[in-house]
């Protein structure tokens, strides 16, 4: 998966100083308060041609969160009208 810019970003999150360049890249994002009131981070990732392949195959999509914590995540697609494919 590869991180992409987008119409909405509106901060660049930065690489960890303990990381280097080839480990981290700088993070287009949004961030904003959902309506629930909780703040949050979007960013935006585009499948390359393995990715696809993987996921037309059925297998799963992983995240990876490095550190020592969990926070809530949410992984989901846009459909046709902008509008999330969420069950929430």
Partial sequence: ???????????????PASMTDDQCIPLSAYKGED??????????????KEDLEALNAGRPLYLKVIGNGFPP???YTMDGQNQCNSPR
């Fill in 1 to 15: 998966m590869l991180p992409i810019d987008f119409p909405e970003s509106n901060i660049v999150l930065g690489k």
């Fill in 35 to 48: 309506n629930d009131g909780f703040q949050f981070f979007l960013t935006a990732w585009v499948p390359n």
């Fill in 73 to 75: 995540l949410a992984m």
